[in-house]
């Protein structure tokens, strides 16, 4: 079954304790980005990957990291999180090319908590 | 610059009743237009596109779309709702002409649709 998977889906941590959070796609998607979802402001875009070893900023990226070290993996890091990263956080995949439509897969979401 | 809008925060209508979510962007160029829909607890999953061709787009669960170039618009439809169509919906664009491919889609904020029996 062609997905986007993401671990946990739910976390609870403290402020300052560095958290993966990981996200894996079996669509050989070249495309990988990583969105926060806030009540009102939509899903803005965190990080994002165009292929193995190039990764860019997003709206966002501020208290975050990633790397995409192999094509499937793109996980979501933080070094030091604290309260206002408090968040839904969704990974999500894409083809590139001039055969794709942009069209977005979408893993089922992480709920991080920061107390 | 790609935007879009979801100018109602909620929308509520009566099981049987028909529904119109409304989206209105903006692109410098031809747009790509997505609908995404998010249940409770869950990721967002697509339900339509418009890319090319016909106006009127079919998606899954019964939803359409209108792409309408003149009012940049591309309401979302349904003839008859269900309770169980009462979800967050997002609307999603993407500029065609945009040379910044990692700023693949932008959404929305979302609008909640209830449908009450």
């Known amino acids: 079954e062609a997905q986007v998977t993401q671990n946990p889906r739910y976390l609870i941590t403290v402020t300052g304790k560095k958290l993966t959070v990981t996200c894996s796609q079996n669509m050989n998607h070249e495309y990988m980005s990583w969105y926060r979802q806030d009540p009102g402001l939509g899903l803005r875009q965190i990080y994002y990957s165009m292929n193995v070893e190039v990764t860019d900023k997003g709206d966002v990226p501020e208290g975050y990291k990633v790397s995409r070290k192999e094509k499937r993996n793109f996980p979501l890091i933080l070094e030091s999180p604290s309260p206002n990263q408090t968040s839904l956080y969704f990974c999500?995949?894409?083809?590139?090319?001039?055969?794709?439509?942009?069209?977005?897969?979408f893993g089922p979401g992480t709920r991080l908590t920061v107390t | 610059a790609q935007s879009v809008a979801q100018p109602e925060d909620q929308v509520n209508v009566a099981e049987g009743n028909p529904l119109t979510v409304k989206c209105t962007y903006s692109?410098?160029?031809?747009?790509?237009l997505f609908w995404y829909v998010q249940y409770p607890n869950r990721g967002l999953q697509f339900l339509l596109k418009y890319i090319t061709g016909d106006n009127l787009v079919k998606g899954s669960y019964g939803f359409e779309a209108e792409f309408n170039k003149s009012q940049t618009s591309f309401h979302l439809k349904k003839p008859s709702a269900l309770v169980s169509d009462s979800a967050l919906y997002f609307c999603?664009?993407?500029?065609?002409?945009?040379?910044?491919?990692?700023?693949?889609?932008?959404f929305g904020g979302g609008t909640r649709l209830m449908v009450k029996p």
């Open positions: 999603a664009v993407r500029d065609i002409s945009s040379s910044n491919a990692g700023n693949m889609l932008t």
């Open positions: 692109v410098s160029g031809n747009p790509y």
């Open positions: 999500a995949s894409s083809l590139l090319g001039e055969s794709a439509s942009y069209e977005q897969y």
